[in-house]
């Protein structure tokens, strides 16, 4: 097993269509990654005036486009924003107002986006507009105190809405309705992520985290779940 130490806060990997490496997400911002020998080079901070601001979740859409959340170090305060990472470098804030910037996800049917406030325990839900843009804004989910919060979330290739329950030992599937209509529990409490891998894209990967947890012998594990249902493969940074 290989380990390369990070100079920073590390929140995401997005792999590169074109060049090597990976686009990451450190606290101060996105940047190239290479491993083999290690080699960071910055694209751009969106942030620089916030210095206890870090990354924490994005995802690429299917223009290879990333987009990503920030949020503050100490998860106090809403002065977290969602940012769009373009090809030619170029980043654009389309929201802004979250505590914990979570799961970026994209429908099935490419009309919509969704993206968490974890602090605040909602899954909003934007129109995708023709160029890709966003607009519109609702509230797709709200949960309450003995749910969990909302993390990380994929999309399967029925528009079911997965999502990694924080504190709720579970990953839950929603329809396009909001409604959910299975939930899987994992010997963890704290789930943070989750994604369709495997030869067929029918076996779903859950990531856990061990923060703030003492008693639960499989905190911070990956699992394997079957699914019953197909999802997509990760897309790629078109840069």
């Known amino acids: 097993m290989a380990r390369w130490d990070m100079p920073e806060m590390i929140g995401w990997l997005i792999e590169r269509e074109h060049?090597?490496?990976?686009v990451a997400g450190f606290q101060s911002g996105f940047a190239y990654l290479e491993l083999d020998p290690l080699r960071i080079r910055p694209i751009a901070?969106?942030?620089?005036?916030c210095t206890d601001h870090r990354m924490n979740d994005a995802k690429a859409d299917v223009h290879g486009r990333i987009w990503a959340g920030t949020m503050p170090v100490a998860a106090d305060r809403p002065t977290g924003a969602l940012y769009?990472?373009?090809?030619?470098?170029?980043?654009?804030?389309?929201d802004r107002g979250y505590i914990v910037t979570n799961g970026p996800a994209f429908s099935a049917d490419g009309r919509f986006a969704y993206h968490n406030d974890s602090g605040r325990a909602l899954?909003?839900?934007?129109?995708?507009?023709?160029?890709?843009?966003?607009?519109?804004?609702?509230v797709f989910l709200e949960f309450g105190p003995q749910d969990g919060k909302p993390d990380g979330m994929t999309?399967?290739?029925?528009?079911?809405?997965?999502?990694?329950?924080?504190?709720?030992?579970?990953?839950?599937?929603?329809?396009?309705?909001?409604?959910?209509?299975?939930?899987i529990g994992l010997p963890a409490?704290?789930?943070?992520?989750?994604?369709?891998?495997?030869?067929a894209l029918d076996r779903l990967f859950v990531t856990s985290a061990s923060e703030g947890v003492r008693d639960e012998p499989l905190a911070g594990s990956l699992?394997?779940?079957?699914?019953?249902?197909?999802?997509?493969?990760?897309?790629?940074f078109s840069g």
Do not use: K
């Open 123 to 138: 899954v909003y839900r934007f129109e995708l507009d023709a160029d890709g843009g966003l607009c519109n804004r609702s």
């Open 223 to 236: 699992f394997e779940v079957d699914a019953r249902v197909r999802g997509f493969p990760a897309r790629r």
């Open 45 to 49: 901070n969106p942030e620089p005036e």
């Open 84 to 94: 769009r990472l373009d090809a030619q470098g170029r980043v654009t804030c389309w």
């Open 19 to 22: 060049g090597a490496g990976f």
């Open 155 to 183: 999309v399967d290739a029925e528009g079911g809405l997965w999502i990694a329950m924080w504190g709720g030992a579970r990953v839950s599937r929603f329809t396009p309705d909001g409604l959910c209509d299975r939930s």
């Open 189 to 199: 409490s704290q789930i943070t992520s989750c994604c369709f891998a495997g030869p």
